[in-house]
């Protein structure tokens, strides 16, 4: 198993790898503290020679945020003595770095490089204008989850299934009682218009179905309903795909996020999709009610010739994705650089 604690060279920097099989319940309730201890045992260091170092936590593919740092930074600095300027964190999240007691960075492109999709996708060399328009909406959910169920039924209480191409729970792991229960009587997983979901190549995919909807719901990987999920702004290879596939894009994930899409230059169709009203409202079930009404609403257009209309909109957003894919690992690398010194 990989080590979550590395030694830089120089002797003087802890890298730690805090998302790396460790739970966000462990994070928030202190249960983190005996791996910690065991990953420093494997390099013959205790919690007691902690003050002896910079401590660099590089958040990488998930979306920690400050609330959950927050016990590792009471451990380290308030209880082992770790002087504050020794505690640095990398958060993919979007996070208010300038209220942080400690030195922080929020990178939320650096997720665009998860599963390598990119460079398979350019591999594959699309026709993206001629691609036909087959069906009406993409949505793609593979972690099974109580709030994706009720998406998921939702959808298709209001979509044919022929106008859907959907899937949920293929990721292979046997969910609750309850979530067979809120989708019955669809099978599960449920897989709309395809006999088969990709599983292991999920980030692979060798086939040109998903990209053929005008309209990509994305169901980012945070939630308000579900336990055990990041609540951060966390923006994931999922949002990138949208923009990269040539696809209008709508949100369910937590408030704000759309915001701060639109913070990185993408274009997310205001006009079209009525300023994306629902990424301010706070609960998550009402938004999940306007999400479905909007993109039915929006579906019942003739989205071949919106698609037209817009397609130089559709193809700068696609332009974005290759520059952010060649820049946000070259401005990460110097981040991890310069935390690494006094």
């Known amino acids: 198993m990989i080590s979550r604690l590395r030694l830089h060279d120089n002797g003087r920097v802890l890298y730690y790898d805090a998302w790396r099989n460790i739970t966000s319940q462990e994070l928030r309730s202190d249960g983190f503290v005996p791996l910690l201890e065991q990953d420093l045992e494997q390099h013959r260091l ?11 936590f590089d958040l990488k593919p998930e979306g920690i945020d400050a609330g959950d740092m927050q016990g590792m930074f009471d ?49 594959y060399r699309i ?24 998406l998921a039924k939702r959808l298709l209480s209001k979509f044919r299934s022929d106008e859907l ?30 006999p088969m979901a990709d599983q292991v190549f999920q980030h692979r ?66 006009d079209v999709f009525d300023n994306h009203s629902y990424d301010d409202i706070p609960d998550p079930w009402v938004r999940m009610t306007q ?19 817009h397609w130089d909109r559709l193809q700068a957003n696609a332009q974005l994705i290759d520059y952010i894919h060649a820049t946000a690992i070259v401005r990460h690398t110097q981040i991890l650089e310069e935390f690494s010194h006094a």
Not at 134 to 141: F, G, S
């Open 291 to 309: 999400v479905v009404q909007l993109v039915h609403r929006v579906s019942q257009q003739d989205m071949v010739e919106l698609r037209q209309q």
């Open 46 to 56: 205790s919690l007691n020679d902690a003050r002896d170092y910079i401590w660099v």
């Open 205 to 270: 995919i060798d086939h040109d179905f998903f990209y053929r909807a005008p309209v990509n719901l994305v169901v980012e990987s945070s939630s308000q309903i579900d336990p055990n999920t990041w609540r951060s702004i966390f923006i994931t290879e999922k949002t990138f795909k949208a923009m990269a596939w040539h696809q209008f894009p709508v949100w369910y994930a937590v408030p704000g996020l759309v915001a701060q899409v639109r913070r990185m230059g993408f274009d997310v169709f205001d």
């Open 75 to 123: 451990l380290l600095c308030q209880r082992r003595q770790v002087p504050v300027e020794n505690f640095r964190v990398i958060f993919s999240c979007v996070e208010q770095i300038d209220r942080l007691p400690y030195r922080a960075t929020s990178l939320p492109d650096r997720l665009i490089y998860n599963g390598n999709w990119y460079d398979h996708l350019r591999h």
């Open 127 to 150: 026709n993206w204008a001629g691609l036909p328009m087959t069906h009406r909406l993409t949505c793609l959910m593979r972690r099974p989850s109580i709030g994706r169920a009720n």
């Open 165 to 194: 191409i959907m899937t949920f729970g293929t990721n292979g792991v046997e969910p609750s009682d309850d979530i067979k229960q809120l989708i019955w009587p669809r099978p599960y997983p449920m897989i709309v218009d395809r």
